[in-house]
């Protein structure tokens, strides 16, 4: 997946999608990191992509959230 296209497909996510895609994420984030312990691991590179979309959707997430607040 390019990182162009993973942004596109994230932007078409409502703010539960978006939630449950984190919360996907980080569990293959621990599974990453509990192979890597137990030196089963062989794509390394899967960390650093993985941290990004992260970081991608709770940017996503905190730019949706203060849109849909009213200003005071």
Known sequence: M???E????FKKLNSSQI????????KDLFDLRFKQATRQLNETHQFKIIKKQVAQLLTLSKSQSTSQKPAD
């Open 2 to 4: 390019k990182n162009s």
């Open 19 to 26: 939630t449950e895609k984190i919360d996907q994420l980080r």
């Open 6 to 9: 993973s942004i596109k497909e």
